[in-house]
Nanobody
């Protein structure tokens, strides 16, 4: 059993900042990637940012230079610092982890329940 618990969403004005956190817990053997996806109303879920176990990072073009992903490997936690937020960043943000659980041979994707980010004046 694996759980991903997000926190840090909320309402912010355009140009403001928020920091999202996600903690993975349970029968985890090893985590390969941790990342954030988002889904706006009427749109498909899209990758925002992802960080691998060797600290390789990639970002959606729309957030480059504004968002920063980081990871605390010891705490199985991933963060997303979001600066210069725009109304188009409004979405439900989901934490994702690709990991091996204890006793398994293949990695699987796990998802958090999502946290709402609303950028509005």
């Amino acid at each position: 059993q694996v759980q991903l618990v997000e926190s840090g969403g909320g309402l912010v004005q355009p140009g403001g900042s928020l920091r999202l956190s996600c903690v993975a817990s349970g029968s985890i053997f090893s985590i390969y990637t941790m990342g954030w996806y988002r889904q706006a109303p009427g749109k498909q879920r899209e990758l925002v940012a992802r960080i691998t176990s060797d600290k390789s990072m990639n970002y959606a073009d729309s957030v480059k230079g504004r968002f920063t992903i980081s990871r605390d490997f010891a705490k199985n936690t991933v963060y997303l610092q979001m600066n210069s937020l725009k109304p188009e960043d409004t979405a439900v943000y989901y934490c994702n982890a690709n990991l091996w659980t204890i006793g398994t041979m293949t990695a699987s994707d796990y998802w958090g329940q999502g946290t709402q980010v609303t950028v509005s004046s």
